[in-house]
């Protein structure tokens, strides 16, 4: 097999399967609406848990740092298939698709990273600020929504399309669930081809740019921002 | 059944864990005061600034603003709650004097290893003395604003906004009803408290854009700005390139000769024995020295003062 082999395949792989039979449009598709469910979802689930355990309330404390803790120390592999099991039987009158249950996996897994960047994001604002803005008596909530979540959001903003992007990888996962995202296409082109190296190629590159614009996109949203600071 | 001090310490302890950082302070602070705190680092002058305005909870003891509790109460400071207490009742059935049965109960710490046991009669007597007293922590601190040594600016405003922000706030807390004809009025406050300071050019400029002196400036007319009765002041020109102190001090020596009340912890020995009408010399938690500047300065009594006096003047 000679790079020129591989470079001819990936080409016809590339034209005859990902244009002719459209599956770069349903695959990207796929992949970023999961990932943009779970980032949706996840900011806003993550949002709360970050709110949940920075309130004095103890038992929720433990409560979510038992969630965060166990969904960043198990693998997310693990974290879907328990979701693409446990859903359909906690929701049976829903009957939820695969891609359901996948994105729902993906959501969980996402905000318990999420609430970290938010928690951290919120932690790294000077404490001076709280303090300045408790001691002129405005109340936690002003000084929260006032003072320091505006400072907090240029923290968290770059994280969160950071955690973006590593979902976009993490879809790939849902494969193994053949619910017809980016890395689904593998298996669909392989069965056909028997052709397994320049179509995994190919995958990468679609995957690469992808991420690569996204996070070309979070450089200049950075920069833009840092510029009306 | 309080006297109308300005701001009143009764008694505070903090403990940082295993750390003791006040062992039992107490001062008063009336209108018009210029009141410095000197000390070493470490004796808790800080900390008993920040207690005043409850950034830091006292461990023990009670803060009063203008004859308000902001504090929870603190049971041995109030004899009608010894006196109703079980611990209380049983020294007196065993014979012992009201006083004595006080200062032992005082002495002794005996109210806090029996809290629970002390019985309904002795929480009705702490609820009282809280409802009749109690005032809400930010209502109390509006009363009483803060300069810090690191300026703390809200980085994420401008000036105008910076000295903006509470007094808006407030209003809206208070549902003032026609709220634009209010923040124009604080807006042509917060100007012309800029234009006092010769900043008002500086209006829409945001803090990162400022030197230390000009934020420390701005810091204080901010503070200003909420028209407190009492200014607290945690090392102002301690974070200050040495240039600009002066412009800070002129400032503060311009709020006190108008008669604002001040308290002031500081390094700047100049302007507690030339501004300041008394001087508090904290050493280890404890207040050691409280008297007026020449007393303070020129005829210490601690010897843990006169080593520090030698060591700073």
Redesign the interface.
């Known amino acids: 097999m000679t790079l020129g082999s591989i470079l001819h395949d990936m080409w016809d792989i590339f034209v005859k399967f990902y244009i002719g039979e459209g599956l770069l449009v349903t695959g990207v598709g796929y992949t970023l609406l999961l990932s943009a469910i779970a980032v949706f979802f996840g900011t806003i689930l993550g949002s709360l848990l970050a709110v949940g355990k920075m309130s004095r309330i103890k038992p929720l404390q433990y409560i979510i740092t038992a969630f965060v803790e166990i969904m960043r120390g198990t693998p997310a592999l693990l974290q879907l298939y328990i979701a693409y099991f446990i859903v359909p039987m906690m929701l049976t009158n829903l009957n939820p698709t695969p891609i359901a249950c996948v994105a729902i996996g993906l959501t969980l897994n996402s905000a318990a990273y999420v609430s970290e960047i938010i928690r951290s994001g919120i932690n790294a604002v000077d404490k001076g600020q709280t303090e300045a803005a408790r001691a002129l008596g405005l109340t936690s909530r002003t000084t929260m929504t006032k003072v320091v979540m505006p400072q907090a959001v240029r923290n968290i903003l770059p994280a969160l399309g950071n955690e973006f992007i590593t979902i976009i990888k993490e879809t790939s996962l849902a494969s193994n669930f053949f619910v017809g995202e980016l890395m689904t296409t593998y298996a669909i082109i392989k069965g056909v081809t028997f052709n397994t190296v320049p179509t995994l190629i190919d995958i990468g590159i679609i995957y690469f740019v992808m991420t690569f614009t996204l996070s070309k996109l979070i450089g200049v949203a950075e920069r833009r921002m840092k510029a009306g600071a | 059944m309080h006297d109308q001090n300005m701001l009143d310490v009764k008694n505070i302890y903090k403990n940082f864990g295993s750390l003791k950082v006040l062992k039992g302070v107490s001062t008063t602070v009336d209108k018009g005061e210029v009141i410095s705190v000197i000390g070493a680092s470490g004796s808790g002058k800080s900390t008993l600034l920040r207690c005043m ?1 409850l ?1 830091e909870e006292p461990t023990f003891g009670e803060v009063w603003i203008e004859g308000k509790l902001m504090t929870p109460v603190d049971p041995y400071l109030h004899y009608d709650v010894i006196r109703v207490s079980k611990t209380y009742k049983n020294l007196v059935a065993g014979g012992m004097e009201d006083t004595e049965a006080i200062m032992k109960i005082k002495a002794e710490d005996l109210l806090i290893e029996k809290h629970s046991a002390e019985g309904s009669e002795y929480k009705a007597m702490m609820d009282k003395i809280y409802r009749e007293n109690h005032i809400d922590t ?5 009363k009483m ?2 300069v ?1 040594q ?1 300026f ?6 401008n000036v105008l906004d910076n000295i903006m ?2 007094p808006v ?2 209003a809206k ?1 208070n549902k003032v009803k026609d709220l634009k004809a209010e923040k124009e009025k604080i807006e042509a406050q917060a100007m012309s408290l800029l234009k006092r300071i010769g900043l008002e050019d500086k209006a829409k400029v ?1 803090p ?1 854009k400022l030197s230390g002196g000009q934020k420390q400036r701005i ?1 204080i007319v ?2 200003l700005a ?1 028209n407190p009765d009492v200014m ?1 002041f945690d090392e102002p020109t301690s974070a200050l390139d040495p240039e600009m102190i002066g412009e800070v001090l002129d400032l503060m020596k311009e709020l006190a000769s108008a008669g604002m009340t001040m308290v002031v912890v500081t390094h700047e020995m100049g302007f507690a024995r030339e501004v300041s009408n008394r001087v508090l010399f904290m050493d280890e938690g404890y207040i050691k020295e409280d008297g007026a500047p020449e007393k303070v300065f020129d005829d210490p009594q601690d010897p843990r003062l006169q080593d520090f006096l030698s060591k700073v003047l």
């Open positions: 305005n950034l930010n209502l109390g601190r509006r604003s803060m810090f690191q703390n600016l809200f980085n994420n405003l922000l509470a706030e407030t807390y945001f990162s810091a901010r503070s909420m607290l």
